[in-house]
Nanobody
Framework: QVQLVESGGGLVQAGGSLRLSCAAS????????MGWYRQAPGNQRELVAR???????NYADSLKGRFTISRDNAKNTVYLQMNTLKPEDTAVYYC?????????????WGQGTQVTVSS
């Protein structure tokens, strides 16, 4: 079994910052890419940022400069630093990882963490 557990969401005022964390656990051999997606009410889930095992990152164009993704391979953890938050950043944020376990290579999702930005 493999699990992704997110933390760090919450309520913040516009202009504030939050840092999300996502830790993977279980029968993991290697984690390839890790990333964050978000889904606002009535919208499709969209990419926020992804990072390869060796550190290459890509971001949604609209979020470059405000959001920063990082990861700690030793801890199987990915982070998302979110600065200068806007009300339109309000969404459920999901962690995603491509994990090679003892049984298969597959994408896994976390349960999601709510981020609410008030104006």
């Amino acid at each position: 079994q493999v699990q992704l557990v997110e933390s760090g969401g919450g309520l913040v005022q516009a202009g504030g910052s939050l840092r999300l964390s996502c830790a993977a656990s279980g029968m993991i051999r290697t984690i390839n890419s890790m990333g964050w997606y978000r889904q606002a009410p009535g919208n499709q889930r969209e990419l926020v940022a992804r990072m390869s095992r060796v550190g290459g990152a890509n971001y949604a164009d609209s979020l470059k400069g405000r959001f920063t993704i990082s990861r700690d391979n030793a801890k199987n953890t990915v982070y998302l630093q979110m600065n200068t938050l806007k009300p339109e950043d309000t969404a459920v944020y999901y962690c995603n990882a491509e994990i090679i376990s003892d049984y298969a290579t597959a994408p896994y999702w976390g349960q999601g963490t709510q981020v609410t930005v008030s104006s």
